[in-house]
């Protein structure tokens, strides 16, 4: 897309030169510098990219040197840049704290009233002009059923914020009055089912060239938003935690109405992408010889696969800018020269099953000595972890250690000294201001091949993939009581993990919990757990005091030249043991279920009413 802009940049530029040639027609000419009206509602092609610009405001930048996983309990953000403060509830109507720092968040800034509402804006023009677009009519439509979509997405993150919001499909002039009210959250659902349906009904199966959405993104969403909208958030029997004492329940939830018809069309939803049989599972069945971990990384560093169903493509052009788009550099080790960011929590990390099928126990004597043996595939593939075998080290790390296997933890000598720190801590001789503070990295997303120092990956978000649509199949029928049938669905997705089967006797809550823990664990550092903490109300159970894991070594030698023996073994087996991670004691306010909306908006607009606990 940057392309296209410097493109039109540069015409514009010539345009500019040419008009310096003539001054005898000086008030007849063209606004300068950019396209008039007229002239970018005459053409197809520059109504594409109109569209275009919807899908940066939509989708954001899920790469950017912030992720989304640092405002749940999945990851750390080192430099903090006051994320702490957003994690502890302190948000106010004056302020989102760390959510919204404007030379450094880009992509929680689009998760904000302003630009969402800037993108609604950019949907009404749009369906305003475009009917009298010459050109094409499947081409016409074709931009329709996107706008359709982007206006749909738009939407539903604002529902997601806020709950229910102005419904607006007008241009608003200078002349207008702005004031209007908030419309419910039942009457913004079926706006943005409304809108999806059209989408739909305009959109292709598929395009030559990736990266637009189709019919079946368009399907997707629908089952995410039903989803959605029938969980416990806006549930009026569930959701008393947020709707207690506050005039307006109709804004945050359904008050009224079928919560069991709410769940049946979200299972239809779901179904109906399933029935497209145009989507599967990423090597579903694993052949007994597979490494499922590689796999998973195949799957993350692909640029497409018959699992994708919206990908947000990037290029190593993309942004420029140090906090756009280069997220190996931004989360990789600090030993490595990289930025130790987006660092994954232990609390994440030893949420991760044994092979076998059984929960991970710090109490557990054999599970303490070696935390990260006989695990569940997909740890290997998200998580960096002491030991781990990683890319080879750049030339001056490769000194210190010519393994090139990540160095985490401490040596200590018998009186309790630390005498030498790995390389990706930051008591480490390698960018120590980097090193992240859990004890972890990310892996997922990440390409291997390329050193970030110097060379951008151009590995796309998987925004929507097949096995979220499975996952949201199966918990739809989970609260439907049909325990079976979502057993057999969450079993494709622990199949292809390598996983066991669930149990056949799981069911009711205990089915729904096991649920859960395979959508954390499947979704990490996918843009979801943000979400599904707050539509299952269990923000207090995830924002608390999080954890690391500290690794040390022992060793009766009066010194350690390095932090491994010349040899690669290490001085003794490694100590691993779960501590609190200093600095990061998270709160949560039931009020945090929803933003607020900002005081200034409060002032502009006299009919607006302010979400509850601000």
Request: net charge neutral.
């Amino acid at each position: 897309m940057k392309k296209i802009f410097n493109l039109l940049m540069f015409v514009s530029f010539i345009t500019i030169l040419a008009s310096c040639t003539k001054t005898d027609d000086f008030l007849d000419k063209k606004p300068l510098g950019d396209y008039s009206e007229d002239a970018v509602w005459g053409d197809p092609a520059l109504v594409e990219t109109f569209v275009n610009s919807m899908y940066r405001n939509a989708l954001g930048f899920p790469f950017s040197i912030e992720r989304l996983s640092d405002y749940s309990d999945e990851s750390h953000f080192t430099p903090d840049w006051d994320v702490t403060n957003f994690n502890k509830s302190l948000m106010t109507q004056d302020g989102l704290q760390g959510w919204e720092v404007s030379w450094a968040t880009p992509h929680t800034l689009h998760f904000r009233w302003d630009p969402l509402y800037a993108n609604v804006r950019r949907a009404s023009i749009f369906f305003s002009k475009i009917n009298k677009v010459p050109g094409d009519k499947a081409v016409i439509d074709n931009l329709k059923g996107q706008a359709y979509f982007l206006r749909a997405w738009t939407y539903f993150y604002l529902t997601n914020l806020y709950g229910g919001v102005p419904i607006i499909t007008k241009v608003y002039g200078l002349s207008d009055d702005y004031t209007v009210a908030r419309n419910s959250y039942d009457e913004c659902m079926k706006f943005v089912i409304g809108q999806i349906d059209s989408a739909a009904m305009y959109l292709p199966d598929t395009y030559a060239t990736n990266g637009r959405v189709t019919k079946g993104a368009a399907l997707a969403l629908k089952s995410r938003v039903l989803l959605y909208a029938a969980s416990d958030l806006h549930n009026s029997a569930k959701n008393s935690v947020v709707t207690s004492g506050f005039s307006k329940p109709d804004l945050l939830g359904y008050v009224g109405g079928d919560a069991t018809a709410r769940w049946t069309a979200a299972k239809a939803a779901a179904k109906a992408v399933i029935d497209l049989n145009k989507y599967s599972l990423y090597k579903a069945s694993p052949a007994a010889t597979d490494s499922v971990a590689n796999n998973f990384v195949e799957l993350f560093t692909s640029k497409g696969t018959s699992e994708d169903i919206l990908l947000q493509f990037f290029t190593p052009k993309t942004d420029e800018d140090w906090d756009g788009y280069n997220p190996a550099l931004y989360c990789g080790p600090n030993g490595y020269h990289n930025w130790g960011n987006n660092c994954p929590l232990g609390d994440l990390v030893d949420d991760y099953e044994m092979k076998d099928g059984t929960k991970f126990d710090w109490t557990n004597a054999k599970h303490k000595a070696n935390p990260y043996l006989k695990r569940d595939a997909r740890l290997y593939a998200t998580i960096l972890y002491e030991g781990v075998q990683w890319r080879k080290r750049p030339d001056d790390a490769l000194k210190i250690d010519p393994f090139s296997k990540i160095q985490v933890g401490h040596v200590y000598d018998s009186s309790g000294k630390m005498i030498r720190a790995g390389l990706d801590t930051r008591e480490g001789p390698i960018e120590d201001w980097n090193g992240g503070k859990t004890g972890y990295y990310v892996r997922k997303y990440v390409d291997p091949s390329v050193d970030p120092q110097y060379v951008k990956q151009d590995v796309p978000f998987k925004h929507i993939r097949y096995a979220e649509i499975l996952l949201n199949y199966a918990e739809a029928c989970i609260e439907l009581g049909q325990d079976a049938e979502a057993r057999t669905y969450i079993n494709m997705v622990r199949k292809r993990a390598g996983q066991p089967d669930l149990a056949t006797t799981l069911s009711g809550d205990a089915l729904r919990q096991a649920y859960r823990h395979e959508r954390r664990i499947e979704f990490a550092y996918e843009d979801q757990r943000f979400w599904d903490v707050r539509r299952w109300v269990i923000g207090a159970a995830a924002y608390h005091q999080t954890s690391r894991v500290d690794v040390r070594y022992e060793t009766t030698e009066s010194s350690a030249p390095s932090y491994r023996k010349a040899d690669g073994t290490t001085y003794g087996a490694p100590i691993f043991s779960k501590a609190d991670l200093g600095g990061d004691a998270r709160a949560w306010n039931n009020k945090c279920y929803f933003f607020p909306i900002m005081r200034n908006e409060m002032n502009k607009n006299t009919l607006l009413v302010q979400n509850p606990g601000y």
